[in-house]
């Protein structure tokens, strides 16, 4: 399953260190599947799907032979869809399945992540989480479920992006202050299926970004969007599509 942006990302402080942290908005129609099978060579198909491939190797561990892995996907592709992540974390769940062993989404989310080096909570399915996408760990699970909400997902434009290639925000002080608020204003809105303070979260976390990774799009697509009575809009952490939310019909 891919997403549609990020609710909020920011920083949080972690005793002596500042760890990059995201709170994915899913999109359940953006879909990857796998298929696995013993082989006498590894492969992957289409070829240049070589995450996936990783994380075959890697749900695979030691064990003898190799495995061909088939990826089927119409996520997008370097847009901040999560297409890498839901690819990696539909291989490793379909190598359990033929091992016959049931993983949890927080051992998933560790072979993902060494497949990757940066993922998203793909693995954690419709569950709202913060996750620190550089360690593949888990930062908090929020009590409760996403509000009902309708989300229109806008490619802005602009190059492909890695998420490798982006580096970590510098944040300040004040924001990493601002962004622990945050946290804790989405946790009371996704507790409280408050569908208007998830979308003041979304929007305040994308504001921020446009420091760091301004879109010349942005200021346009959010005035339009508000304008029209959205609760707020999600940017992706590292590619060119947004999220504008409706409240749900």
């Not at 995450?51 to 190799?66: E, H, I, Q, S």
């Amino acid at each position: 399953m891919g997403h549609a942006g990020e609710i909020l990302q920011g920083g949080v402080r972690l005793g002596e260190r500042v760890e990059p942290f995201l709170v994915t908005l899913p999109v359940p129609v953006f879909r990857s599947a796998v298929t696995v099978r013993r082989d006498s060579a590894w492969s992957v198909t289409p070829a240049w799907k070589a995450k996936a491939l990783r994380a075959a190797r890697l749900a695979w561990g030691l064990l003898d032979g190799a495995l061909e892995v088939a990826v089927e996907s119409a996520i997008p592709v370097g847009r901040g869809c999560g297409s890498s992540t839901a690819d990696c974390v539909a291989t490793v769940r379909a190598v359990a399945d033929l091992l016959g062993v049931s993983w949890s989404a927080e051992e998933v989310a560790r072979l993902v992540q060494r497949a990757e080096l940066a993922s998203d909570a793909t693995m954690f399915d419709l569950k709202p989480v913060a996750f620190l996408p550089r360690t593949g760990e888990l930062l908090l699970r929020f009590d409760g479920a996403w509000p009902e909400m309708n989300v229109e997902v806008i490619d802005m434009g602009g190059p492909m992006v890695e998420t490798l290639d982006c580096p970590v925000p510098p944040y300040s002080a004040s924001e990493l202050d601002e962004f622990a608020e945050l946290l804790v204003e989405l946790e009371a809105a996704v507790v409280t299926g408050d569908a208007a303070g998830v979308g003041r979260v979304a929007l305040r976390s994308g504001a921020i970004h446009q420091r760091y990774r301004p879109h010349a799009e942005w200021d346009r697509l959010t005035g339009r969007a508000v304008a029209g009575g959205a609760l707020g809009v999600a940017l992706a952490h590292s590619g060119t599509v947004a999220g504008v939310l409706w409240r749900s019909c």
